[in-house]
Nanobody, 116 residues
């Protein structure tokens, strides 16, 4: 399984970005697609996930209401729409997939920088 995230960039606080993750290879219906981020000097943290059929989107509290995870199965794409960005959202964002709780496959990160 190969994944590749894209869509990061430099934006101002309050702006929006949409991250994309394309994947290829064999996946399974019970796999989740997840988004994680690693801010400078901090541990990697989970941000959002969605099931392979697009059900059960989940967002951590810190991004709930601002970020939206979605999927396009026809295009093998997963998205993370990020609105009302804050400087504390600055991080390298990664997409990953695997069984729930076991993200085995990771894409390279895409850097999001939010200036104040």
């Amino acid at each position: 399984v190969q994944l590749q995230a894209s869509g990061g960039g430099l934006v101002q606080a309050g702006d929006s970005l949409r991250l994309s993750c394309t994947y290829s290879g064999r996946t399974f219906s019970h796999y989740l697609m997840g988004w994680f981020r690693r801010a400078p000097g901090k541990e990697r943290e989970f941000v959002a996930s969605i099931s392979m059929n697009g059900d059960n989107p989940y967002h951590v509290n810190s991004v709930e209401g601002r970020f939206t995870v979605s999927r396009d199965n026809a295009e093998n794409m997963t998205y993370l729409r990020m609105n009302s960005l804050k400087p504390e959202d600055t991080a390298v964002y990664y997409c990953a997939t695997g069984p729930p709780g076991q993200y085995e496959y990771w894409g390279q990160g895409t850097l999001v920088t939010v200036s104040s």
